[in-house]
């Protein structure tokens, strides 16, 4: 019989809801026992390595790979044309949109590896497959692809230009989707009957995803059960598992996808990359496990970058400064394809995420997604949320100034009021909570904004710069799909979790078990955490989107409903006593049902224990206390709050660090408040990058100029600070848990308010914008720049 033990720890203690629990992972990670991809060696192996173009656009006339084969060691070379003749392919594609004049998008066909030519430095064209990295590196150096250069664009304004280069044919001036949303006429005559109009060009800087972990995969082929296996780190098995089976053309149950601990993704992970495949049917082929991972340099071309947007923002507003109407035009880049680049960024979440938390009647999103020779852009760590609320909030402090209105208070005066809840925008999203007019004045007080005065005068004494910036934000989780929630009771005496959701780095292990602990009373401590095997799943949307708390933890306590459910006829049984008369409560044994008016009772876990492989019981009864459901997900939420940053720029240099930052957060209910701040921490931290640091350039035949970390700049320790960390929960009312998510809202807040900051701090020179990232060289250029036409 299990031990009883104290359930107070778990409904009320310290492994409460709401209570900082430790993350369950921590001691194994911190002793360097997790097992990545990269720490999995199957008996046989065999090892592969990429071989990728050195060009950004050039027609293939040919693949020599006969030195490569005759490298020692070498097993065997595959080009695009042996996995198509195997009946490989297409490459996943996304989703299905349309169009301004209602057409379908145009979706090119993409085999695993290129066939007929190249179309961004980096693309595989063939795979080496040795019995050694070394051999297999050697052959990859020794393979020769003929490649006729064409000429390459970068940009996707030009892209998108008359007689650019085309990425694809049949895909007219390089644009995938002509997206359109709004009423066009009504947003028109807003603006014309406005008694002022902002207006502003935004670029928003292309990044490298830069997980700790980079991406690795073992391929294997079972030809007795004609069964493929993939270990890889990713978002999500079961979503993972169904762009396998596309491509693979074999039915879901013959693939299994196995993913261990997972270095960080922030979006990337969470495609179906040409390497998967090429592994895959080399497995089939050679008949042995074949292993991949990717170099931190390869790393560069071969993952999917993020944001890379050049947007037109226009912002009506009537003589008071309220908003009448927004309208948002331009583009985004999506790169050479869609197998691991997305569309929504810059159209369907520009739609939902602009709007943020202020009253706006009318907007209009008119923006092309387009090809380019470059890596392909997809989800990054908020993935057209963060961009939007960067829009927005620069659009507002421009406005402010330009109106000769204070800038918190044209916030104030545009906010949508708790009273006015629920409140149903353009984009047809419906706010259900939040408390935002509250959550500024908080922030204001936090950050001390009107000891900001004496502040800048003691940076000035300094001969320093400082400047202070407002970042309110609202994002819209991802949308909603259907989640496991599955409930195992142990042999051992454990209880295992069973969802689709993918821990990345963010500790779900933790906060699920709370709920788990909560609703059922069992022992915190004997709780396990199953995610990352497609076998154990019946439904799962990985993890994405700010929502895996609001889709698992709806799925975990669906789920102890019915295995309450079961224990009543259960314990019914074992008691001797009508189901009718069981109650289920949570005392300090734990679960218990008991009967009612009685003080004849029986724990979870004795009860879990006392049936396990019971033949004598009636069969019309349950066999055991798990239970395996799928939960519908419930609607968006809509996590807000407020950052505000300080800044000082040396005006020598050019340097900006930031010396102060607050953050007002409404993240609902919060389930584990220690894991809560990690994330916003970990938000924040890459939002600066983004602000001062980080952007992927491309010189004019589309060859990377920032290929490495000595080129490519990330946020280091002294680059950040201690973020002062402030919760406003106003909980959700649209799941059962009242969570909002908040794993990308730091980007959200973070950019917003750090350039706001940088453009207040510079305003002393009369300069109004400086686009992402404000590194040394652009600060001092436009202060110098300043300074000559003020001369």
């Not at 009883?4 to 209570?19: C, L, M, R, S, T």
Request: with cysteine.
């Amino acid at each position: 019989m299990n031990a009883p033990f104290d359930a107070i720890d778990a409904a009320e203690g310290k492994y409460a809801i709401g209570q900082p629990v430790s993350r369950k992972e921590d001691p194994v990670l911190l002793r360097g026992q997790g097992r990545y991809t990269d720490d999995i060696n199957l008996p046989g192996q065999l090892y592969a390595v990429m071989v990728r173009s050195g060009y950004a656009h050039g027609a293939i006339r040919g693949i020599d790979t006969e030195a490569a084969k005759a490298v020692p060691g070498v097993r065997a070379v595959f080009t695009g044309a042996d996995l198509v003749a195997a009946g490989l392919g297409p490459m996943p594609s996304g989703g299905a949109f349309k169009n301004r004049d209602g057409s379908d998008m145009p979706k090119p066909t993409q085999p695993p590896l290129t066939t007929d030519k190249v179309r961004f430095v980096g693309d595989p064209v063939a795979v080496v497959v040795a019995e050694t990295w070394k051999a297999a590196k050697d052959g990859a150096e020794a393979v020769i692809v003929d490649i006729d250069p064409l000429p390459a664009v970068t940009d996707a304004r030009t892209a998108a230009s008359a007689g650019a280069p085309l990425v694809h044919g049949g895909t007219p001036g390089n644009v995938i989707l002509d997206f359109h949303h709004g009423e066009t006429g009504k947003v028109a005559e807003a603006f014309a009957r406005a008694a002022h109009v902002t207006r502003m060009k935004i670029l928003n800087s292309r990044l490298a995803v830069c997980p700790m972990e980079p991406r690795a995969a073992i391929g294997e082929y079972h030809p007795g059960e004609a069964r493929w296996v993939l270990h890889l780190g990713c978002q999500g098995t079961f979503p993972m598992r169904g762009m396998l089976s596309a491509v693979l053309h074999a039915p879901v149950e013959k693939v299994r996808v196995l993913t261990g601990n997972v270095g960080g993704s922030f979006g990337m992970k969470s495609s179906c990359y040409p390497e998967y495949i090429a592994i895959l049917h080399a497995a089939r082929t050679l008949g042995q496990p074949v292993k991949w991972r990717d170099e931190r340099s390869e790393s560069f071309l071969s993952d999917s970058h993020g944001r890379a947007h050049d947007m037109e923002q226009e912002l009506a507003f009537d003589a008071e400064g309220r908003i009448l109407a927004l309208r948002v035009t331009g583009y985004g880049n999506i790169g050479a394809y869609l197998s691991n680049g997305t569309v929504l960024q810059p159209t369907g979440n520009v739609v939902k995420n602009t709007i943020s938390v202020y009253a706006t009647p009318l907007q209009e999103i008119v923006t092309k997604a387009v090809f380019t020779n470059t890596t392909p852009v997809g989800p990054y760590r908020g993935a057209g949320r963060p961009e939007s609320n960067y829009y927005i909030e620069r659009l507002l402090d421009t406005a402010a100034k330009e109106m000769g209105i204070d800038r918190v208070e044209i916030r104030r005066r545009n906010h949508i009021r708790p009273d006015q809840l629920p409140w149903t925008t353009p984009a047809g999203t419906v706010y259900d909570s939040g408390d935002f007019p509250a959550i500024l004045e908080e922030a204001l007080a936090a950050a001390d904004w009107d000891g900001f005065a004496a502040r800048k005068r003691a940076s000035r004494e300094r001969g320093k710069l400082r400047g202070i910036g407002i970042g309110q934000y609202l994002e819209v989780t991802g949308p909603p799909a259907p989640e496991m929630g599955g409930i195992r009771f142990e042999d051992d005496g454990s209880v295992t979790i069973i969802t689709g959701t993918l821990d990345y780095g963010q500790g779900h292990a933790t906060p699920f078990a709370q709920v788990l602990a909560a609703r059922l009373g069992v022992p915190f401590e004997r709780i396990r955490l199953l995610q990352g095997d497609s076998d154990e799943l019946l439904a799962g949307g990985g993890t994405g989107g700010s929502k895996s708390l609001m889709a698992s933890g709806t799925a975990i306590a669906e789920a102890s409903d019915l295995v309450i459910e079961q224990g009543r006829k259960l314990a019914a049984h074992v008691l001797e006593a009508a189901a009718a008369d069981i109650e289920f409560e949570i005392g300090r044994r734990g679960g218990l049902f008991r009967i009612a008016g009685t003080d004849r009772a029986i724990g979870i876990m004795e009860l879990a224990e006392r049936v396990r492989g019971d033949a004598s019981l009636p069969a019309d009864l349950p066999r055991t206390l798990s239970v395996r459901h799928v939960a519908k997900s419930p609607p968006f939420a809509y996590p807000n709050g407020c950052h505000i940053a300080e800044v000082e720029i040396d005006p020598e240099t050019g340097v900006t660090s930031v010396v102060r930052y607050v953050m007002v957060n409404d993240f609902g209910v919060i389930i584990n408040p220690l894991l809560v701040e990690g994330q916003a921490h970990g938000g924040v931290a890459q939002g600066i990058g983004q602000a001062l640091l980080e952007n992927v350039v491309y010189d004019e035949s589309g060859q990377p100029v920032t290929g490495s970390y000595m080129d490519y700049g990330l946020p280091r320790a002294s680059d950040t600070l201690t973020y002062e960390f402030h919760s406003h929960p106003v909980p959700c009312r649209t799941n059962v848990l009242g969570a909002k998510g908040c794993g990308e809202a730091g980007c959200a807040g973070s950019m917003p308010s750090v350039m706001n900051a940088v453009v207040d701090a510079l305003s002393e020179y009369g300069i109004t914008h400086i686009d992402m990232p404000a590194t040394p060289r652009r600060v001092w250029e436009a202060i110098e720049a300043a300074k000559a036409a003020r001369a």
